[in-house]
């Protein structure tokens, strides 16, 4: 956000009005300059506003500025007819294309610069001529050897692409085409001659003494005269001139020449600490570099007094002796000398035996010049001889009554009279319904009824009747603000926009349409063309016979950025005094020129800036070239911003791209707009600006930019639409051919199942018998030792162990089947069928080999379900290998745990261990070949194919083996 400091300057001599003064910003550091010293200023052929200090270089385009050449010291600015901007420091010579800054000549010596035609330019310096092209010395011309002295100054003439020269302390004239040096046929009785320009017209200048004579060369016309004394300016005398004006320059000073008036007036810029050279912008405002910053002086139809003359005043009304009156608020009543800024106080009595300071608005005169003036606690009268106090309570506005030859004043609930004896008489209102509190405004409609506008209330009093009446019912927070027009329509306004009564249709409506989104505080009608509109931040302008004859809404907005720098312009305040509009408000004093009012805004331009964050050349802007991009970029961003210094709002845009977008896009703010995936081609890119908040503004800005773009085949959109059927085809061929495969991997897929379900199948076989085999080997072993009541229980406890381990085979045949959930075994019968297991194992050692003990972590995993068949050949494994060859009586323990996705089995025995069980199988003569293990662990491995979830682990502890097995789920 920028921060400006607004202050007040003296104008030209030429346009001071009754000491009006006219306003200005100064920019500093704190607003973006690199440095507080400006030396050199320039507008260039786009707009920009470029500054020179001794830190950097600037361009400002009225909203922010862009650094450029840090920590050099600027001398001087020039631009070309491409608007390249070329920046002088003390030795060299820089150019900015508006894409970079290049470097372009180093001198020795500090020098005037010309800019020749397309890339050429000349440097004199105080030892040689040197002219180039682009970086490119093409010939340099030593003085007393090339040219005939020392040269005093330097020209381009672009009629005839020569180049002129002055020699010092000669009344001679030399021209240089195509490297040839001549002297110019010209004859004089001036004591030195000189050359310059203005604008593209060359211009000799004839010195008698120090008085300087402007000719043209051509016809020796006298464009003017400067007369001086002592170095200091005296006069000048204008015949003509081939410009607009023209600022000369003299030890600090600024002098305009005028063609218009043909008079040259000093500028004056006294506020202004060592001023650097001065230039008038398209909109004739003043841009001066200084040591305290650069300075916009507006010269738009807005004028200021000083605020230590005019501050903080609440009305103004101007006398029947055609002198003005204001009153400042908390303060006096004053008499106004503008011409000579004079004040003299008018001392009236007011409370405690002090004198009134508390004024308000609306100050009125009545039939015999007396002057009103409403206050905190009554009334003052002046009669320009001595004020005199009415005590009628707090009063905010006064307005003479044609009808009744009396002056009505706003009272609390209603409003009085004071007639010419200083007879008073109110009229209240006793409902307190119609008006709510103090008036803020009263008006007169045509029927001479008081329209009476409160901040929260809207009535009329009928004069005949003598009654309150609601008014109308807009607007709906009332007004604070009535006036009547020449139709004698009613126009009202407040915190709700400005509003329209008309007298004819008795019919209320907005006018604004949202345009005045402040607070309206005052409204006047000085004429026929124009309503003007004060609000807390701003002056609208309405252009009313363009409203009355078209409906259109025209208005001219006026605040800080275009030379309107009061601040809450005070309520019912506007004082007319034949074209100039007076306007207090609760800081400064302006005047607004009624006959400079110009419904066309102030200059700005819209430019496209940059292309995929590039800067666009200059060049490319004026001759709409058309840009190539590099070959395959097909995206565009573009930057965009306006150039204009006297906006009263921010500019909004909107743009387009020819073969894109069918319309232009929405107004936005946003300054940039980025296209994708383009195919080859050529583009038009344009973009329209014109002032925000204010749609009834019909004046557009437009720039446009031309690309090509080339791609590649493979990055063309159509590419991708293209190929999409043939991609589809082949998708279908595919989508066949996986569909054939698909089917033939799972006919492979059942085989390989069908194939592993035999092969466990025929494990699970050779499992059977082995489980059986080991029983009756045991059965065997106690008849064998005549343990017939051994052998008894054993059988009996036999039967039920094959009755449960033909479930369990049943139901792991199912598991091979895919039927895990129904074909699975729970925990708790996989633990009794352990344990009856384990029983037969200790009764045929007679209870004395073992002890066992089978543990869970909790009830809930009896309801788990695993597959069968898998713990009991190790439960088997762990007596056979582990206790029984055990000389001491051991021990086996089992303990099943849950988890969240797993049940978990552990085996442990006390017995001997895994290597000396393998001792003891290698040293002994084996009967059989044990393959309980080998079966179990292969129907693992074929489970695990058919996606369960199976761990064996096996471990050697201190006192024996633990085997850990895993079911985890899917």
Known sequence: MRHFCFVLILTCINLVVMGQQRPYINYTTHDGLPQIQVMAVHQDKTGYIWAGTKSGLVKFNGERFEHFLPKKRIYNIYSDNYSRVYVQTYNELYRYDGQQIKLMAKFRYQSAIRLANDLEYWVLSPDALVHYKDTIALHTYQYKKDLPGIMNSIAWNKKDGKLYLGVKNQKKILSIDNGKVETVNYQTKADEIAVNSLGDQLVFIEHYGSNLKWINPQTKEEYFTIYKSNNVVDSISVKSLPVKKHIHF?????????????????VKLDFIKAPYPVIFDEDDNIWSGSDNGLYQVFNGPVKNYPRSFMNDVWTLIKGRNKEIYGAVYKEALYKYDLENEQKTEIIAPGQFGRKETDYYYGSSMDAKGNLYFPTHYGLVKYDYRKAKKFDTGISLISKYDSISNQVVFG????????????????????????????????????????????????????????????????????????????RNNIWLGGKDGLWLFDEQSRDCKRVDKGIINSNITGIIIPNQHYLIVGTSLEIYVMDL????????????????????????VCQNGFMLDGNRLFIPSTTSTSVLDLE???????????RITSLNDLGIQYVDSVNRSEIILEKGKNELDFGFETVGFGLPTKPVFRYKLSGVDKDWSEWTTKTYANYRNLSSGEYR?????????????????????????????????????HSFFGFVFLVLILGFFVHSRFHIKLKMIDRERKIKLLEIA??????????????LSSVQNLISLHKQEKANEYLIKFSRLI????????????????????????????????????????????????????????????????????????????????LEPKEEKGFLSIQFSEHEDSVECIILDDGIGRERSNELKRDSIKLYQSRGLEMINKKIEILNDLDYQISIDYRDSAEGTEVRVKFTNE
């Open 803 to 882: 009755r449960s381990y033909m479930e369990a085979s049943i139901k792991s045949s199912k598991v091979l089947l895919g039927t895990s959930v129904s074909s699975e075994i729970s925990v708790k019968e996989e633990i009794d069928l352990l344990k009856m297991y384990i029983e037969l194992e200790q009764v045929k050692h007679g209870n004395e080999k073992f002890d066992f003990s089978i543990e869970i972590s909790s009830d809930s995993i009896l309801n788990r379900s695993i597959p069968p068949m898998i713990l009991q050949p190790l439960v088997e494994n762990a007596i056979k290998h582990g």
């Open 250 to 266: 003299n030890d600090y000073s600024y002098y305009l020449i005028d063609s218009l008036t043909n008079t040259g007036k000093k």
């Open 685 to 721: 890119f344009q973009v329209m600006a014109r002032a925000g908040g204010n749609p009834n503004i019909i004046s557009y800005k437009e720039d446009s930019i031309k690309v090509k773009v080339s791609n590649p085949f493979y990055k063309e959109p159509r590419f991708y639409q």
């Open 596 to 606: 400079k009012i110009d419904f066309n805004p102030e200059f700005y331009n819209v």
């Open 411 to 486: 009272q609390m609930h209603g409003f009085g009279f004071i007639d010419e004896n200083e007879k008073i008489s109110y009229v209240q209102d006793s409902t307190k319904q119609f008006v709510t509190s103090h008036p803020a405004a009263l008006e007169f409609d045509a029927e001479g009824n008081i329209w009476i506008g409160t901040k929260a209330s809207l009535c009329k009093w009928d004069r005949k009747k003598k009654a309150f009446s609601q008014a109308i019912s807009c607007p709906s927070r009332a007004a604070t603000v009535i006036q009547r027009d020449f």
């Open 762 to 775: 025929t494990l699970q076989a050779q499992l059977n018998p082995h489980f059986i085999f080991n029983i």
């Open 545 to 568: 016979k363009a409203y009355y004859e078209t409906g259109e809404i025209r208005m001219r907005l006026f605040n800080f950025r275009n030379g309107f720098l009061s601040e809450e």
